[in-house]
T-cell receptor
Framework: AQSVTQLDSQVPVFEEAPVELRCNYS??????LFWYVQYPNQGLQLLLK??????LVKGINGFEAEFNKSQTSFHLRKPSVHISDTAEYFC?????????????FGAGTRLAVHP | NAGVMQNPRHLVRRRGQEARLRCSPM?????VYWYRQLPEEGLKFMVY????????ESGMPKERFSAEFPKEGPSILRIQQVVRGDSAAYFC??????????????FGEGSWLTVV
């Protein structure tokens, strides 16, 4: 079985400051890793994903994440946030399995960017 | 995401009524997933379907919930005799036929069900 823990339920930050949203996972099998963003009353948009290869993954809107296998972490970072980054961010894993993505999500981190 | 169409976007039902949520996958996608998001929680997997087949329904409640993806037409998530605890956002996602490796899924904008 897999589980995902997002260590912070809310992260307040000032505009143009850097931010890190933390994600740890547990799995007995290899997994793919994802970060999604959800704006209020909208669906999920894929920010980035780690499948294999380089452990530093770059995504949309200036976000990046680093996969750390030994620490089973996949933290999301952005060097300078904007007001428009205010949203809910979800970390998710999907086990390598028979041809479909059964995503297991964390509980989410609410990023609030203040002017 | 653009392409996965869900309707209705908002639905209000009284306790005991039925709710039907529809999902049209992205063009060319033959796989559909349903997820539920309860207030203040992350998304939870419910069911994975291919055309005319339920492949994995391990996340579906045992009673009152059913899903289908017919040969023609959208996928339907049906909730019978709704209760207040069914109030949630229901998200549909789709993906193309698996061809090896990771198979990214794309989410719709969700259907918000409110049971009064």
């Amino acid at each position: 079985a897999q589980s995902v823990t997002q260590l912070d339920s809310q992260v307040p930050v000032f505009e143009e400051a850097p931010v890190e949203l933390r994600c740890n996972y547990s799995s007995s099998v290899s997994v793919y890793l994802f970060w999604y963003v959800q704006y209020p009353n909208q669906g999920l948009q894929l920010l980035l994903k780690y499948l294999s290869g380089s452990t530093l993954v770059k995504g949309i809107n200036g976000f990046e994440a680093e996969f750390n296998k030994s620490q089973t972490s996949f933290h999301l970072r952005k060097p300078s946030v904007h007001i428009s980054d205010t949203a809910e961010y979800f970390c998710a894993v999907s086990p390598f399995s028979g041809g479909y993505n059964k995503l297991i999500f964390g509980a989410g981190t609410r990023l609030a960017v203040h002017p | 995401n653009a392409g996965v169409m869900q309707n209705p976007r908002h639905l209000v039902r009284r306790r005991g009524q039925e709710a039907r949520l529809r999902c049209s996958p992205m063009k060319g996608h033959s796989h559909v997933y349903w997820y539920r998001q309860l207030p203040e929680e992350g998304l939870k997997f419910m069911v994975y379907l291919q055309k005319e087949n339920i492949i994995d329904e391990s996340g579906m409640p045992k009673e009152r919930f059913s899903a289908e993806f017919p040969k023609e037409g959208p996928s339907i998530l049906r909730i019978q005799q709704v209760v207040r605890g069914d109030s949630a956002a229901y998200f549909c996602a789709s993906s193309p036929q698996f061809r090896g490796g990771e198979n990214t899924i794309y989410f719709g904008e969700g259907s918000w069900l409110t049971v009064v």
